[in-house]
Each structure stands twice: as structure tokens, then as C-alpha cells.
């Protein structure tokens, strides 16, 4: 492409501001998990977006936590910052309130500290007024001086054109990044991986999703199109190990179900999915667990 630009878009905000449904809409393709517990995303996940005009990195970033309760939520918090470093603009994601919490002031010195260009996207316009906007905007604009600000409804799919366009003004001129098809730099087995453990987050009770985990045993793309995944749901007591198999094996058998159809939109062949439970008691304090799950802090190069 000539004249193009292409660059990476870091995507921040609060826990629960939507920030991985607005992506998943961006790029046209549900790429990272969503529910409406806090800390759904863990890992920074990015998704790419291909038009004419070039090409937007996106990096689904966890959501901003006030104090870390153990490793796992430090690591999250490192990479949430790391990546306001490393991108060309910073999309901040917040509700359309007027409020502003002590925890958005901390992102507000985070993003200052950065230096990186800030859009303000104001999600989820569909829950208020037209004329309450106006006011929520001057809110905002308060904390913080944002090169821009844009509206839009993730979940509705409004004014994402308009931000779209936005965020080509910022991204640097130059050659695409990825190829053309290119949707996502997880591996399949990530992916697999994080369907399951959205699916637990969605049916599981309040206390127990925060503590679990899902360990790719087996990974194996037959000849004949099928694929083969075992997997375990990790989590941290026995109490939890109960719910989560349900009665006669019920709760697990459900999580299974629907984790498989959506793995099988996805690879666009049959799946056969095998679900485990273990225990692995405090592994959100353990480095070594920690790493054999998938949350290893980068070394700083």
C-alpha cells in the first residue's frame, strides 16, 4: 500500500468500561473474551485492523487496578503500563458518567507519565441522553489534555468510523506490520484457552472465576480437519473444584458445550474438546505456576 500508515493503539481504561467488546468490534471479529467480571482480560492481546488507509495494532490491555491483591494482579498492572509506552496513541475507554473516580485520576498520571498521545472514547453512548453528553465531555476534560475525544457505543457499532478515522491521524506513515489476513499474534492455543476460561467466567458463581486459570494440555489439528484439545480449569480449592464440575459432571459439561462451538466458528472445522479440573492452591502468588499458565512478565530488553 502506498501512502499508508500503520502503528499500535493501546487500549486502557477501568475494569468493566467494555474495552474488549469495543475491540472485537473494531476489527470485525471476536478476538479477546468478554463478561462482566472484572479482570476478564489478563494478558495484553493484540488484534489487527487492515483498511485501505493502513494498519491499526490494537493492545487489549487488562483493566487498571487501584492495589494489586497478589502477583497475578501485578503482573496484569505491568502490562497495562508497558503498553502505554510502547504505543503511537492511547485510547482511554471510559462510561458515560460525569464521575471521576480515584482510579481514573491514577490512569490519568499514568497516561501523563507516558507522554503518549490520549483519545478519550467515551463508551457506551447508547445508555444516556444526547444532551447529557455535553456535560460528561466537559467532565473529562478536566483530567486530562486529550488530543481528542469520540463518543461511540462498542456494542452498538456507533460513530466506530469516526474513531477509526481518529486514530489514523496518529499512526505513522509506513509499511504495513502484519500481513493482510492477519488478525491476531495469539496462537490458536491461547485463544482456545481464553474461550474456555470466558465460558467458566460466565456460568461459574461470583466467588470462584478470580481464581481460575485453563492449561492447554493437547493441541493437535488432524489431517482429517478435526482438532483434538484437552485442557484443564485451574483453580484454587477444593470447594471450587465442585462447583465447577457441578452436579453429575453438569457445570463442566455445559462450560465444555459452549466453548467448543465458539472454537469451532473460529477454526471452521469440528472440534473435540476434553475438560480436567485440578487444584492448585494460591497459584496466583506462585512464579513458577504463573508462568506455566501464561502470565511470565517480559524481560526489559
Known sequence: MENSRAGFAAIIGRPNVGKSTLMNHLIGQKIAITSERPQTTRNRIETVYTCEKGQIIFADTPGFLRKASNKLGEYMMDISIGSLKDADVVLWIVEPSSYVGEGDREIADAVKKAGTPVILVINKIDLVKKEQLLGIIDSWKEVHPFAEIVPVSGLKGKNLD??????????????L???????????????????????????????????????????KEREDGLTEI??????????????IIGKGGSMLKRIGTAARKDL??????????????????????????????????????
Open 162 to 175: 469516526d474513531l477509526l478515522d481518529t486514530i489514523f491521524k496518529y499512526m505513522p506513515e509506513g509499511p
Open 177 to 219: 506490520l502484519y500481513d493482510e489476513e492477519t488478525l491476531t499474534d495469539q496462537p490458536m492455543r491461547q485463544i482456545a484457552s481464553e474461550i474456555i476460561r470466558e465460558k467458566a467466567l460466565r456460568m461459574l458463581d461470583k466467588e470462584v472465576p478470580h481464581g481460575i486459570a485453563v492449561s492447554i494440555d493437547r493441541y
Open 230 to 243: 484437552e485442557a484443564s480449569v485451574i483453580c484454587e480449592r477444593d470447594s471450587h473444584k465442585g462447583i
Open 264 to 301: 469451532e466458528m473460529l477454526t471452521g472445522g469440528k472440534v473435540f474438546l476434553k475438560l480436567f479440573v485440578k487444584v492448585r492452591k494460591d497459584w496466583r502468588d506462585n512464579d513458577m505456576l504463573l508462568k506455566d499458565y501464561g502470565y511470565e512478565k517480559k524481560k526489559e530488553k
